[in-house]
């Protein structure tokens, strides 16, 4: 292999990264590609971007903060705005590139538009690593049309199988071509406090999460509204492949090590094994992640109301703890697991809405937004997903005094006063059972 184009995607980072590391053995050249595709900026079938500000901004430090890393080994990253369908033919036609490469992708789109590119170039000149879960595909100990139905048989089937190894790091790089980055759209929002994109800023929060002692309370915290420590917050730069998930478990196990495993560290795994088997689901189903009756074909009696919808996105609905964590997620791009759960509870239940509306809402807001987790989620609380108990029904005032039982998240984000306007105007809000 003389010349290769790696093509990042969600993960931008240089850490356990194999494709990074065969394309680092390129004789000649290398071209590190990143795509910034104009359609994620357009509304689509459910009315939402792909990519809103929250996650874009975070993506933009993501991508100086990789230039940065790859400019240190004498490489450069090439930033380019276009469909990867032209972007990439037509660099590889130019540059004589023999290989292209890349890191597995788990939804769909990305799927067929990988699919595509070695159809044309032809499966020799194609090459996938994977790297964005625990395991590969042939380390799982069931073919992928077998894949447990259930996360808790998923657990059994993955028990005491070995994630490792970590690539090693990259040492040097083939130099780069003289080829041109793209000016991309300014971030339109400022710089959030705790969350930065980027492998470095991953990094130090992983160190820093690791050597608190917040992992040892972990099970009893992560359920809070609206607290720093009371979870890892690591998805976002998990999301973004900035930490790879056998980083984040190398981690786990040190911390365990050396403090003492405890069944809130053991917790942390398993919801790394959720995030796993979210990623398999995804692979599992394809296009099915992001239909009506999801993974299992149920259709469930819920519509589309433009009105409702309009105002659970700006937490403006009879229910305070709703408003709140709505108005949280706009302000932020981030929310607790718990009023995910909530908020997406209120939207197929209280407000008889097509789930797959909150769940493209929630792709433009999220700074974690992982196309795996995120619909796979929607569509288990749903009831169209991968749970046996079916259509999750969250009893909004109960949650409210379980989980802010002084009104502090919801005073803190104005989900009282929210409700109030709400209540005097006629939006038709469905009668309360
Ligand atoms: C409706 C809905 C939508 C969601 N959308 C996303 C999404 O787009 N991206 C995303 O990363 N997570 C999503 N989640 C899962 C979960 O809410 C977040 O991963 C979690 O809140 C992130 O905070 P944390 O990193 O502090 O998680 P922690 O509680 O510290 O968990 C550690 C890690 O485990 C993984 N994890 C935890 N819970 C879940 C879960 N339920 N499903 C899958 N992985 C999990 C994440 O990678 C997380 O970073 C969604 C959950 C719901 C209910």
Not at 243 to 254: I, Y
Request: hydrophobic share 40%; charged share 20%.
């Amino acid at each position: 292999m003389k010349r290769a184009l790696l093509w990042f995607r969600h993960d931008l980072r240089l850490d356990d990264h194999p494709a990074l590391l065969r394309a680092a053995e390129a004789k000649e050249h290398l071209i590190c590609l990143y795509c910034v595709e104009p359609r994620w900026f357009v509304a689509d079938n459910w009315q939402c971007q792909r990519v809103g500000a929250h996650p874009w901004r975070f993506i933009l430090e993501a991508l100086s903060d990789l230039n940065q890393r790859l400019e240190a080994l004498g490489q450069r990253l090439v930033v380019q705005v276009g469909d990867p369908l032209t972007v990439i033919p037509h660099l590889m036609r130019n540059h004589w590139i023999d290989k292209l490469i890349i890191t597995a992708p788990f939804g769909e789109e990305e799927r067929q538009q990988y699919l595509s590119l070695q159809h044309w170039l032809g499966p020799r000149r194609c090459e996938v690593h994977q790297a964005h879960t625990l395991f590969t595909l042939d380390q799982l100990p069931f073919a992928l049309s077998d894949l447990p139905g259930t996360f808790s048989q998923f657990r059994k089937a993955v028990k005491g199988l070995d994630w490792r190894p970590i690539a090693p790091p990259v040492k040097s790089l083939p130099p780069p071509l003289p080829i041109g980055s793209h000016a991309l759209p300014a971030a339109t929002i400022e710089p959030n406090r705790h969350y930065h994109g980027g492998q470095s800023a991953g990094e130090a929060h992983l160190g820093h999460y690791f050597s608190s002692d917040a992992p040892k309370q972990y099970k009893l915290t992560r359920n809070a509204l609206d607290d720093w420590e009371s979870s890892t917050k690591l998805s976002p730069w998990l999301a973004q492949g900035c930490l790879s998930p056998r980083r984040v478990m190398a981690e786990l196990e040190k911390y365990e090590a050396q403090h003492g495993a405890n069944e809130s560290t053991e917790w942390i795994g398993v919801e790394l094994l959720w995030r796993e088997y979210f990623q398999w689901t995804a692979l599992a189903h394809g296009t099915r992640l992001f239909a009506f009756s999801g993974t299992a074909g149920v259709r469930r009696p819920t519509s589309f109301y433009p009105e409702r919808f309009a105002r659970w996105c700006q937490g403006q609905t009879p229910y305070p703890i709703v408003n709140a964590s709505m108005r949280q997620l706009n302000c932020t791009g981030f929310l607790s697991n718990r009023a995910r759960q909530l908020v997406a509870s209120a939207l197929v239940h209280e407000l008889g809405m097509d789930w797959r509306y909150g769940a493209a809402y929630f792709q433009q807001q999220l700074i974690d937004h992982d196309v795996a987790c995120n619909w796979g989620n929607w569509q288990y609380l749903a009831g169209v997903g991968a749970d046996p108990r079916g259509w999750r029904h969250f009893d909004l005032e109960k949650q409210t005094e379980l989980y802010d039982p002084e009104r502090r998240f919801i005073r803190r984000w104005q989900g009282e006063a929210a409700a109030a306007m709400d209540s005097q105007d006629s939006v038709g809000w469905p009668v309360k059972a």
